[in-house]
């Protein structure tokens, strides 16, 4: 699983979930680096999905030529009327979730919780298919964080420095993008790897 190139609206500090912009050109290079490192690497994939957002979608093609699913399961954290306004305007974390809780629910977008049950299934779903052993998803920040999350408790992913840069990938032992990952892999250039 890895996240989408950079964007327009990363650039610009603007929060982005539902909504979409286009990637910049450091996005379109980041993700044809990654797909550089996979095919140097040997790394191929059984099947490929992106979300259903066009930022996704557009790093997949980069990083690879194989047909893709997209997929409305993996897609961006809905923060409802916050989308494309300043990300200074994001409240400080729920003190008991870490994260931003409920608060986006109030406005017409989607609880923490309900991004991870929403990318926990979805992705589970897509490993129960046949010849499903090394599989590329491209989603995001915040979707690819919650399904982290599932697996991680906040306590460790501060005590690893876990930090999911645009183009970054969680990996698993045996190379492929896939449950359980073993990994993070900050393959963008502002990336540590």
Request: charged share 25%; hydrophobic share 35%.
């Amino acid at each position: 699983m890895m996240r989408h190139g950079e964007t327009l609206f990363n650039r610009l500090k603007k929060i982005q979930g539902a909504c979409d912009s286009p990637l910049t050109p450091k996005g379109i290079a980041d993700a044809q680096r990654v797909g550089a490192y996979f095919q140097a690497q040997g790394i191929t994939f059984d099947h490929a999905y992106s979300s259903t957002q066009e930022r996704a979608s557009d790093t997949l093609e980069l990083v690879t030529k194989q047909p893709y699913e997209r997929l409305k399961g993996i897609k961006e954290w809905n923060f409802g009327v916050f989308e494309g306004e300043s990300e200074v305007l994001n409240p400080k974390p729920d003190p008991v979730r870490r994260s931003h809780g409920d608060f986006f629910c109030q406005y017409g977008g989607e609880s923490d919780l309900q991004v991870q049950d929403r990318v926990v299934k979805t992705l589970t779903a897509v490993m129960a298919r046949p010849d499903h052993h090394q599989v590329l998803v491209v989603s995001h920040g915040g979707a690819s964080f919650m399904f982290l999350r599932q697996w991680l408790s906040m306590d460790e992913i501060e005590r690893q420095g876990i930090v999911l840069h645009n183009c970054a990938g969680i990996q698993d032992q045996d190379g492929a993008w896939r449950l359980p990952f073993v990994k993070i892999i900050n393959l963008g250039s502002n990336g540590t790897n």
